[in-house]
């Protein structure tokens, strides 16, 4: 298999770099770290080992690179506009996209321009920050919970499946895409938000009686919501995420840093997709919408401050 990584942040450098050092052929996109990785190379630092990877097939332009079997997208959803442009260079007839991002509605957003494609949709669980150029620092977990969406048969995706094992990546093979990708938003939906409009980390929030309560109840309502929507959550998972997240390292979710840098906030896919998507069903996420708002608040202030830099 050939493989290319679309989105070389703290996700696409760990699981792309994972596969690099298993010996698989893999394709990397870069933007501002192109030239510094060319000449240096990648810096995994990981609870699993670190590793360097110097002989890297780096490209700043789509066009540049070889078209692959397996595309992995690993960019923030804001960016997802930037795919018309960046995938067909390097997509054949029975290429693959794995779209490793979070959210709701990801996949059926690909077909309005890619109707025929094969595609498979992933959630990382994994603590991963960008330290530097070409470095990340992965802090904690690291399995990939995957699922055909459309036109893979079940050969391909047990081989695409045991290439990241082999490489190190624990997988978890999902049959019901939209439960996996509701199970995940139980997560996303109280501690994106809430770090960012609390402007806290993981663990404090957990540490204060208020804000965990208040982020237990969100997950219930994401819950239901799920439910609503067909996906079949128990409700007894949102207390397996609150262990999960007590065992957690002290972390600052994606969102976060997107807020600490300025950057633009993944509002659609996390908050308002689902939003939409259970309302169509017959549930109103009032707590969630709450937060989807405050949001759209910050992070229209966010992008101005950053227009002012």
């Given at each position: 298999m050939k493989y290319a990584i679309i989105g070389c942040g703290a996700v696409g450098i760990y699981y792309g770099g994972r596969l690099a050092e298993a010996g698989n052929e893999v394709h990397f996109l870069f933007n501002s770290d192109y030239d510094f990785v060319k000449q240096n190379g990648l810096n995994i630092k990981s609870v699993n080992g670190d590793f360097v990877l110097t002989d890297i097939n780096a490209y700043k332009d789509s066009s540049q690179m070889p078209k692959c079997d397996v595309i992995i997208v690993c960019l923030k959803t804001t960016n997802n506009n930037l795919l018309n442009n960046i995938l067909p260079p390097i997509l054949h007839k029975n290429s693959i996209v794995i779209l490793i991002q979070n959210g709701l509605n990801l996949e059926q957003e690909l077909t309005q321009s890619f109707p025929n494609i094969?595609?498979?949709?992933?959630?990382?669980?994994?603590?991963?920050?960008?330290?530097?150029?070409?470095a990340i620092n992965h802090l904690d977990y690291g399995k990939l919970t995957l699922g055909v969406f459309q036109n893979v048969s079940e050969d391909i995706f047990s081989e695409i499946c045991s290439d990241f094992e082999n490489a190190g990546v624990p997988i978890e093979k999902s049959d019901n895409l939209l439960h996996s990708r509701w199970?995940?938003?139980?997560?996303?939906?109280?501690?994106?938000?809430?770090?960012?409009?609390?402007?806290?980390s993981t663990d404090a929030l957990m540490k204060n009686p208020s804000s965990r309560q208040l982020i237990y109840d969100l997950m219930l309502e994401v819950i239901e919501a799920a439910n609503y929507c067909g996906a079949n959550i128990e409700k007894e998972f949102a207390d397996q995420m609150m262990v999960y997240t007590d065992n957690m390292r002290p972390y600052n979710p994606s969102m976060k840093l997107d807020f600490d840098f300025a950057r633009p906030l993944e509002i659609r896919a996390?908050?308002?997709?689902p939003i939409k998507s259970a309302k169509e069903n017959g549930f109103i996420?009032?707590?969630?919408q709450v937060i989807e708002q405050q949001l759209s608040f910050?992070?229209?202030?966010?992008?101005?401050?950053?227009?002012?830099?």
């Amino acid at each position: 298999m050939k493989y290319a990584i679309i989105g070389c942040g703290a996700v696409g450098i760990y699981y792309g770099g994972r596969l690099a050092e298993a010996g698989n052929e893999v394709h990397f996109l870069f933007n501002s770290d192109y030239d510094f990785v060319k000449q240096n190379g990648l810096n995994i630092k990981s609870v699993n080992g670190d590793f360097v990877l110097t002989d890297i097939n780096a490209y700043k332009d789509s066009s540049q690179m070889p078209k692959c079997d397996v595309i992995i997208v690993c960019l923030k959803t804001t960016n997802n506009n930037l795919l018309n442009n960046i995938l067909p260079p390097i997509l054949h007839k029975n290429s693959i996209v794995i779209l490793i991002q979070n959210g709701l509605n990801l996949e059926q957003e690909l077909t309005q321009s890619f109707p025929n494609i094969g595609i498979i949709g992933g959630m990382a669980f994994i603590c991963s920050n960008k330290i530097g150029k070409g470095a990340i620092n992965h802090l904690d977990y690291g399995k990939l919970t995957l699922g055909v969406f459309q036109n893979v048969s079940e050969d391909i995706f047990s081989e695409i499946c045991s290439d990241f094992e082999n490489a190190g990546v624990p997988i978890e093979k999902s049959d019901n895409l939209l439960h996996s990708r509701w199970k995940k938003l139980v997560w996303n939906i109280p501690y994106n938000g809430m770090t960012v409009v609390l402007n806290s980390s993981t663990d404090a929030l957990m540490k204060n009686p208020s804000s965990r309560q208040l982020i237990y109840d969100l997950m219930l309502e994401v819950i239901e919501a799920a439910n609503y929507c067909g996906a079949n959550i128990e409700k007894e998972f949102a207390d397996q995420m609150m262990v999960y997240t007590d065992n957690m390292r002290p972390y600052n979710p994606s969102m976060k840093l997107d807020f600490d840098f300025a950057r633009p906030l993944e509002i659609r896919a996390i908050y308002s997709n689902p939003i939409k998507s259970a309302k169509e069903n017959g549930f109103i996420m009032k707590k969630t919408q709450v937060i989807e708002q405050q949001l759209s608040f910050i992070n229209q202030k966010n992008l101005e401050k950053r227009g002012n830099l």
